[in-house]
């Protein structure tokens, strides 16, 4: 009887895991993917590079805001049942991506998008200890989900490039119709109802953390916009102080998302600092990135996606390698190694021009995925384990809302730096020492 039970367990647990990886897939293959597509999203729907900062951030923007409040719901009501309403949400969301007639529109999925994106991954991460009680088989399932979301951000680009220029940018958006659907009909028959707690939520600190975040990034928007709009920077300049003064209120009030433990912990704000200034490199140099390739190198959309895929490639390199010298050196000298290899890739990448061969974007390419991606490991390491056993959970969620705020207003800052420039010179270089002050204050880091 046994040896006929374990290899249907073995099928079961390989297709949860699969039900389980591709929600997960899917948020990391969307901060990727839309990248280029930027340029025939803004033919298609005549808007400006500003239009095409809302797009990409109104998912990040929302996905920062609620990642935390994202991991409460699923401890409530159950990590199965957030799940499944976070696949309805980005599948319905990502047809009303495919189907928008305006940047307006497309604005407001995509902030459905990000609330499906803030279910999805901590739900996800339950999902998996749930299904795989054993420590040994646990670990080898969340090396795989982390896998998945490597090669979802890696082929993002290319797929991007060969579906916006072959089909049309919506593609993009519907190819995440079927996958959800998919997934939602796996999780269903693979993994059972997972209980809730009744775990009390922090509205006010959340809303407070929403409202500061959405203000800061809509601030460095709008004031990269020519003409500057003085009604809604005001807005959003009112919005962020707001939201900052209220999360403080809401901190020392004991309101707020984060214990008091961790809040004081060097180690812990260390590591979710390393973790924006990471995305904000990054994802703010992707985003001006693949409108050079376009715009000022005439590249196609599917030769820009395959342009950019050194620096994709590279990311499962460094990140092995990263998990590999973080064991054996600490976090803290791979966190320097790697910021300041990123540092150096984002200067080289700021000195290219129309006339650059590509040999040497490739190279500047190279050291910036790998510098982000050497790091990952390690700043996820000293997250760990600053926060303990008690809040391992929770510190995992800040430091990736970290890490999406970063992508937001890296996104902002670098492109409305472009737009005022006309080059790349001042966004990256701009990119590039953000790196650097981080990989200084790492040697800072107990």
């Given at each position: 009887?046994?040896?006929?039970?374990?290899p249907?367990?073995?099928?079961?647990?390989?297709?949860?895991?699969?039900?389980?990886?591709?929600?997960?897939?899917?948020?990391i293959l969307?901060t990727?993917?839309?990248?280029?597509?930027?340029?025939?999203?803004?033919?298609?729907?005549?808007?400006?590079?500003?239009?095409?900062?809302?797009?990409?951030?109104?998912?990040?923007?929302?996905?920062?805001?609620?990642?935390?409040?994202?991991?409460?719901?699923?401890?409530?009501?159950?990590?199965?049942?957030?799940?499944?309403?976070?696949?309805?949400?980005?599948?319905?969301?990502?047809?009303?991506?495919?189907?928008?007639?305006t940047v307006?529109?497309l604005?407001?999925?995509?902030?459905?998008?990000?609330?499906?994106?803030?279910?999805?991954?901590?739900?996800?991460?339950?999902?998996?200890?749930?299904t795989?009680?054993?420590?040994k088989?646990?670990?080898?399932?969340?090396?795989?989900?982390?896998?998945?979301?490597?090669?979802?951000?890696?082929?993002?680009?290319?797929?991007?490039?060969?579906?916006?220029?072959?089909?049309?940018?919506?593609?993009?958006?519907?190819?995440?119709?079927?996958?959800?659907?998919?997934?939602a009909?796996?999780?269903?028959?693979?993994?059972?109802?997972?209980?809730?707690a009744?775990?009390?939520i922090?509205?006010?600190?959340?809303?407070?953390?929403?409202?500061?975040?959405?203000?800061?990034?809509?601030?460095?928007?709008?004031?990269?916009?020519?003409?500057?709009?003085?009604?809604?920077?005001?807005?959003?300049?009112?919005?962020?102080?707001?939201?900052?003064?209220?999360?403080?209120?809401?901190?020392?009030?004991?309101?707020?998302?984060?214990?008091?433990?961790?809040?004081?912990?060097?180690?812990?704000?260390?590591?979710?600092?390393?973790?924006?200034?990471?995305?904000?490199?990054?994802?703010?140099?992707?985003f001006?990135?693949?409108?050079?390739?376009?715009?000022?190198?005439?590249?196609?959309?599917t030769?820009?996606?395959?342009?950019?895929?050194?620096?994709?490639?590279?990311?499962?390199?460094?990140?092995?390698?990263?998990g590999?010298?973080?064991?054996?050196?600490?976090?803290?000298?791979?966190?320097?190694?790697?910021?300041?290899?990123g540092?150096?890739?984002l200067?080289?990448?700021?000195c290219?021009?129309?006339?650059?061969?590509?040999?040497?974007?490739?190279?500047?390419?190279?050291?910036?995925?790998?510098?982000?991606?050497?790091?990952?490991?390690?700043?996820t390491?000293?997250?760990?384990?600053?926060?303990?056993?008690?809040?391992?959970?929770?510190?995992?969620?800040?430091?990736?809302?970290?890490?999406?705020?970063?992508?937001?207003?890296?996104?902002?800052?670098?492109?409305?730096?472009?737009?005022?420039?006309t080059?790349?010179?001042?966004?990256?270089?701009?990119?590039?020492?953000?790196?650097?002050?981080?990989?200084?204050?790492?040697?800072?880091?107990?």
């Amino acid at each position: 009887m046994t040896r006929t039970l374990e290899p249907t367990r073995a099928a079961s647990g390989g297709l949860a895991l699969t039900a389980i990886s591709a929600g997960y897939f899917l948020v990391i293959l969307d901060t990727t993917i839309v990248a280029i597509a930027l340029d025939r999203m803004a033919v298609g729907l005549h808007t400006t590079v500003a239009g095409l900062e809302w797009v990409v951030d109104g998912y990040t923007v929302t996905l920062a805001a609620l990642l935390m409040a994202g991991g409460g719901l699923a401890d409530r009501f159950g990590a199965r049942r957030s799940f499944q309403v976070g696949l309805a949400f980005f599948g319905v969301a990502s047809l009303a991506c495919a189907a928008a007639p305006t940047v307006a529109v497309l604005v407001a999925a995509r902030i459905l998008q990000g609330i499906g994106a803030a279910l999805l991954i901590p739900a996800s991460l339950a999902l998996i200890r749930h299904t795989y009680p054993d420590p040994k088989d646990r670990a080898r399932a969340t090396g795989i989900w982390g896998a998945i979301g490597s090669t979802a951000a890696s082929c993002g680009p290319v797929l991007g490039g060969v579906l916006s220029e072959n089909i049309g940018w919506p593609a993009i958006f519907a190819v995440n119709v079927p996958i959800c659907a998919l997934a939602a009909v796996l999780l269903n028959r693979t993994v059972p109802p997972v209980l809730g707690a009744a775990q009390p939520i922090p509205v006010f600190g959340q809303a407070a953390a929403a409202l500061a975040v959405a203000g800061v990034t809509a601030t460095a928007i709008l004031a990269g916009a020519r003409p500057v709009p003085p009604g809604p920077l005001t807005v959003a300049v009112v919005a962020a102080v707001a939201g900052l003064l209220l999360g403080v209120h809401a901190a020392r009030s004991g309101k707020g998302l984060l214990p008091n433990s961790l809040r004081r912990s060097h180690a812990f704000v260390g590591s979710s600092l390393i973790g924006f200034a990471q995305n904000f490199g990054f994802y703010g140099q992707l985003f001006v990135i693949s409108l050079f390739f376009q715009r000022s190198l005439h590249y196609s959309p599917t030769t820009a996606g395959l342009a950019l895929l050194p620096e994709m490639a590279i990311g499962i390199v460094g990140s092995a390698l990263g998990g590999r010298m973080t064991a054996r050196y600490g976090p803290r000298r791979v966190i320097l190694i790697g910021m300041s290899t990123g540092a150096a890739g984002l200067f080289g990448l700021g000195c290219v021009g129309p006339h650059t061969p590509y040999p040497v974007i490739a190279i500047a390419l190279l050291l910036t995925g790998f510098g982000m991606a050497l790091t990952m490991p390690a700043a996820t390491s000293l997250t760990v384990s600053a926060a303990g056993p008690a809040h391992t959970g929770l510190a995992a969620a800040a430091f990736n809302a970290a890490r999406q705020f970063g992508s937001a207003l890296g996104v902002a800052v670098l492109a409305s730096l472009m737009t005022l420039t006309t080059g790349l010179a001042l966004p990256l270089a701009t990119a590039a020492l953000v790196y650097l002050t981080a990989a200084i204050c790492s040697r800072r880091i107990p």
